[in-house]
Nanobody, 131 residues
Framework: QVQLVESGGGSVQAGGSLRLSCAAS????????MGWFRQAPGQVREGVAS????????AVADSVMGRFAISQDNADNTLYLQMNRLKPEDTAMYYC????????????????????????WGQGTQVTVSS
């Protein structure tokens, strides 16, 4: 079983940047799908971005396209989410998750990864963007 630990959240003003990290325990996770999701209070969970570990396909939801980027450091099993030009509506708890590679090839009509296809989840890190 894998453990995922997110970090890097915080409070920032609109227009600022943050980089979230997600450390995965265990052996090197190649050819799996890792993703970032977020959930604001009273809102449904939204998929943000995903990638196939080991250098494969990446995808970013329409809502954050051009502002957020997902990447991975294979050497230490760490997933990143670079968030630029943050907006107040980006305020949410951000979670990372891992699933089978096939999860990266299924997305919602808005290009978001589908949370139900991911098996393991972290505890989340809070991002707050003030106007």
């Amino acid at each position: 079983q894998v453990q995922l630990v997110e970090s890097g959240g915080g409070s920032v003003q609109a227009g600022g940047s943050l980089r979230l990290s997600c450390a995965a325990s265990g052996d090197t996770w190649n050819n799996y799908c890792m993703g970032w999701f977020r959930q604001a209070p009273g809102q449904v969970r939204e998929g943000v971005a995903s990638l196939v570990t080991g250098g494969g396909t990446t995808a970013v939801a329409d809502s954050v396209m051009g502002r957020f980027a997902i990447s991975q450091d294979n050497a230490d099993n760490t997933l990143y989410l670079q968030m630029n030009r943050l907006k107040p509506e980006d305020t949410a708890m951000y979670y990372c998750a891992i699933g089978l590679q096939s999860a990266c090839y299924t997305s919602s009509p808005t290009g978001s990864p589908v949370g139900g296809l991911f098996a393991y989840w972290g505890q989340g890190t809070q991002v707050t963007v003030s106007s």
